[in-house]
């Protein structure tokens, strides 16, 4: 299977010039999609057609014969049995492509020659619509963007070493026109690719631009080779939440006390696999370095030994305060798995202060949104404190999802414990406590419970 690396952006963001730089150091072929664009409108123009007229246009594609061939790497572009590729860099040529790509008929045209290339090679993309129409699966899709005036300052620079008379303005106008043909057309207008990576070259150069860009492109190439394998630790490694947990305290476990809980983890593990099928799932999907609000369904007061067996330290979670009033050696017991009391039904305000201490510490925080168990599996509407505790501390949200048939698990029943992907705090739109907001963000988490627990209730 070939790899495909889609580019696309307005014009003069940079996308040939470093598509071209990476191609060759990648040793990719790289597409200049916009060349083919280019030489339909250089064939239109040497017949006199007449590129407003979109009958016209798709009327004369029959003649038009393309191919793209490669000297010494570099993209040559075949009109008719005629290398145009010089040919086509006039701004005359720049309009006239800009009016044809909007052409449907224009586009089918090229659309197989483009999959087809991309299909037998690894190869670099450049364009308006490779990551939204032409390889909408490519492995890493980049979208490319500067403003108005910055593109036109760099084109301007361009043109005016070849000896192109065309002014500052002029050179703006030609991009700003452009711009609004290529975002406002009707078949495959210009705009950023579901999961593109969106990098703005305005105040980069060149080289900091391809630095960027060659970033993103090993990261997403890194994650996908992971995720092909399934390689569980290789993605776990791809959770990099560093920039946005804000660890204002860090406290680190005793290395004693993290040698005893993982004998202990290891010892309960091995009962529940005993006495149940335990089943933990999606394990690559937790946050090992700490500070993540776990969010789950509530099922039975195991629960929260249940989804901190996957994790390699302690869990903090809120646990009812007549717990903690209980035989001392199981006080210690649970305050050493990281629980801390909740009054119950008092409406606990320290509690979510508490929360937040300890996500600032640095430990993962374990919820159960729906406050008590559900008897029958059925998740609960959930509370909003979760979602207000993942906006003020800012943090990620793994949901997890805890499902097994019937009331209570019985011996040697299934019981499957699921970690779904996390949901970063930008993806959450968390930007303050707004009661409207937070109810916003809650049902959200709850979706994500509720996505997990129907994919897994599936397994049982
Ligand atoms: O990237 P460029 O400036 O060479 O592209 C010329 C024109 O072709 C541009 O106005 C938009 C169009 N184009 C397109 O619609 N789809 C592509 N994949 C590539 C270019």
Redesign the pocket.
């Known amino acids: 299977m070939s790899i495909n690396i889609a580019i696309?952006g307005p014009?003069?963001a940079g996308?040939?010039t470093i598509a071209k730089m990476l191609a060759r150091k990648m040793e990719y072929v790289y597409v200049?999609?916009?060349?083919?664009?280019?030489s339909i409108a250089l064939y239109m123009i040497r017949n006199g057609v007449d590129m407003q007229n979109s009958a016209e246009v798709a009327e004369k594609l029959s003649g038009v014969d393309i191919r793209l061939a490669y000297e010494n790497g570099s993209q040559q572009v075949i009109l008719c049995g005629e290398n145009v590729s010089e040919l086509i860099r006039t701004p005359e040529i720049?309009m006239g492509?800009?009016k044809v790509?909007?052409i449907p008929e224009v586009?089918s045209f090229l659309l197989d020659l483009?999959k087809d290339i991309a299909q037998k090679n690894n190869i670099i993309m450049?364009?308006?619509?490779?990551g939204t129409v032409?390889l909408p699966n490519a492995d890493v899709k980049i979208f490319l963007t500067a403003s108005a005036e910055k593109r036109a300052e760099r084109r301007y620079k361009e043109l005016h070493e070849k000896g192109d008379p065309s002014t500052y303005e002029e050179v703006l106008a030609d991009i700003n026109r452009?711009d609004y043909?290529?975002t406002h057309?009707e078949t495959?207008p210009?705009k950023k690719a579901e999961g593109a990576v969106e990098i703005d070259t305005s105040e980069l150069t060149l080289e900091q631009s391809a630095q960027a860009i060659a970033e993103a492109i090993e990261k997403r190439l890194k994650l996908k080779s992971a995720e092909k394998k399934q390689e569980p630790s290789a993605r776990r490694e791809m959770l990099d939440f560093s920039g946005i947990r804000p660890v204002t305290d860090p406290k680190k476990y005793s290395r004693v006390k993290l040698f005893f809980y993982t004998i202990l983890r290891a010892i309960v593990t091995l009962v529940y696999k005993i006495k149940f099928k335990f089943v933990i799932v999606g394990k690559e999907n937790i946050v090992q370095t700490g500070s993540v609000v776990i969010a789950s369904n509530h099922r039975t007061d195991r629960d929260p030994i249940w989804g901190s067996l996957a994790v390699r330290t302690p869990c903090s979670y809120m646990a009812k305060e007549e717990l903690f009033k209980g035989p001392k050696p199981f006080v210690a017991l649970i305050k050493f798995m990281g629980a801390f009391p909740v009054e119950r039904g008092s409406g606990d305000t320290g509690v979510i202060g508490t929360s937040i201490e300890k996500l600032q510490i640095g430990r993962n925080l374990m919820i159960f949104p729906e406050g008590t168990r559900s008897k029958d599996g059925k998740l609960g509407k959930g509370k909003t404190g979760v979602a207000l505790i993942a906006a003020l501390a800012q943090v990620p949200v793994v949901p997890m999802a805890i499902c097994f048939k019937g009331e209570k698990p019985k011996f040697r029943q299934k019981i499957i414990i699921a970690y779904g992907k996390a949901i970063r705090p930008d993806e959450l739109k968390i930007s303050s406590s707004d009661l409207r907001q937070l109810k916003e963000v809650k049902k959200k988490i709850m979706g994500s419970i509720a996505e997990l627990v129907d994919e897994n209730v599936n397994k049982l």
């Open positions: 696309d014009s003069g996308k040939s200049d999609t916009g060349a083919l664009y280019r720049s492509a800009s790509s909007a586009r483009q450049d364009g308006r619509d490779i032409v452009r043909n290529d057309r495959a210009l």
